[in-house]
Each structure stands twice: as C-alpha cells, then as structure tokens.
C-alpha cells in the first residue's frame, strides 16, 4: 500500500511538472527593443525641371498677355508698353505704385491689387519678364521649321522703327542729362526703367504725362530735366535712341 502511495505521489509531481515545462515553452517571447526609423528621403528633382518662381511667373504672365503680349513684347502701335526684358527692380516697383495709386492707371488697378497680385506675385511675374530677351534681327528659318515655329519666332522680335530726329543733338542730351538715370546704353538702373528698345509713341505718351504733372518723374519739385527741354531736343532723344536698339548686349 505504501508502495502505491509513493508511485501516484511520484505519476502526479512529473505531470505537474510536465505542464509547467510546457508553459513555459507556450510563452510569446519578448519584443526587441524598437530601433528609430530614418525618414524617407525626398525625391530628387528632376534634373530639368523648371524653378517654381519662373513656373509661377509665367502662369501670371498670362493675365499680363491679353494687352502686353505673350512674350511681353507689348501693343504694336506702343498703346501698351514692353516688359519683356525691361528691369525687375522697376517692373515690381511700378505694380506697387499701380496699387497704392502713387501712379494712376485705371486699367492696371484691378490687377495690381492685393488680393490679385500679393507681393511675392510681383516678385515671381518681374523677374519672369526681365528675363524675357526679344531678338532685334529676323531669324533664319531650316527647312524643316514649321509653320507655328517661323510664326512664334517672329512675334519675339522686337524692331522699333528710327525716329525722325537730329540723332548727334539727341545723344549729347541723352548723355549729359540721361545717363545716370538710364545708363549709357539706355538700358537702365536700379529702379529706373530701360528705355532703348521701348516703343517711341509710348515713351512720348509718357513724356507728355510728365510735362502735365500727371506722372513724377523722381524729380523733387514740380519741374525737373524734361521740362528745360523743347519739343525738337526730346524728339531729337528719342531718335537717338531708336538708333542704339542692340538686343544682343
């Protein structure tokens, strides 16, 4: 009888045992320590594309399109002005006084105002349109260019017809009084705009406005250089410059 008691004692410590073991083994084992992930790495541009700004002046250069042309080449008959190439530092200087009506221009109003045309909008736009370059010789088409390329290589040129006037007389004025305004070459400064190259009935449109007070000409006092000057010597600069057109400086 003792016997028996001693093997069921001993049957039943394996099998508790047994299950033990078993329990042990069913555990879920533990986690590793998580390490930190490295963040994706950005795609890299393309090697191509174009600057978001020159994208984003472009797509603005559409609204300017419908009067100044799609190359910024302005109306044929000087009603609208160039900007393609004109200076970004007056380009953007001018959009603001359009805003702030420092400068009226009824038309311009609309589009210049904040919430059409913010300020980092007039930066992508100017700088668009200054880098604009309009040929001042006619292409040289191939054969095989198409009609559609001949015609688009046309619009970008931009010849402004000579001026009658006394072209030496015009030059000793424009560079003894212009110059360091609008630079030698007429090409402008800073914010002063260029002048060679612009449409001769704009450009006297606009000496007009200044005569009648109705545009400053960043002169302190109502009367400044232009208004020492007769009609022959401003006719006599504006022939001079149409005469210095060089798109290829």
């Known amino acids: 009888m003792a016997v028996m008691r001693k093997l069921f004692a001993r049957t039943l410590f394996l099998l508790v045992a047994g299950l033990c073991v078993a329990g042990v083994s069913a555990a879920p084992p533990k986690k590793a320590a998580s390490k930190p992930v490295a963040p994706a790495e950005k795609a890299p541009a393309p090697a191509h594309a174009a600057p978001a700004d020159e994208d984003k002046g472009k797509e603005i250069n559409g609204v300017c399109a419908a009067c100044h042309g799609e190359f910024g080449q302005g109306g044929k008959r000087g009603e609208y002005p160039r900007i393609a190439g004109q200076r970004a530092a007056y380009i953007k200087d001018q959009l603001k006084s359009f805003r702030a009506r420092k400068r009226i221009n009824i038309p311009m109003y609309p589009y210049t105002q904040e919430r059409e045309l913010p300020d980092e909008d007039i930066e992508a736009v100017s700088d668009y349109l200054a880098a604009i370059q309009l040929p001042t010789k006619w292409p040289e088409f191939k054969d095989s260019d198409d009609a559609l390329t001949r015609l688009e ?65 960043d002169e302190e006092g109502p009367k400044g250089i232009l208004n020492a000057l007769g009609e022959k010597d401003i006719q006599d600069i504006l022939a001079y410059l149409t005469s210095i057109q060089d798109a290829e400086k």
């Open 153 to 217: 290589a046309v619009e970008k040129v931009m010849i402004v017809p000579r001026a009658e006037g006394d072209i030496e007389n015009g030059k000793a004025i424009y560079q003894k009084e212009c110059f360091s305004c609008h630079g030698r070459d007429g090409r402008g400064r800073g914010k002063f705009p260029l002048l060679v190259g612009q449409y001769t009935s704009y450009l006297k449109k606009q000496v007009d406005s200044y005569l009648k007070g109705e545009r400053p000409h």
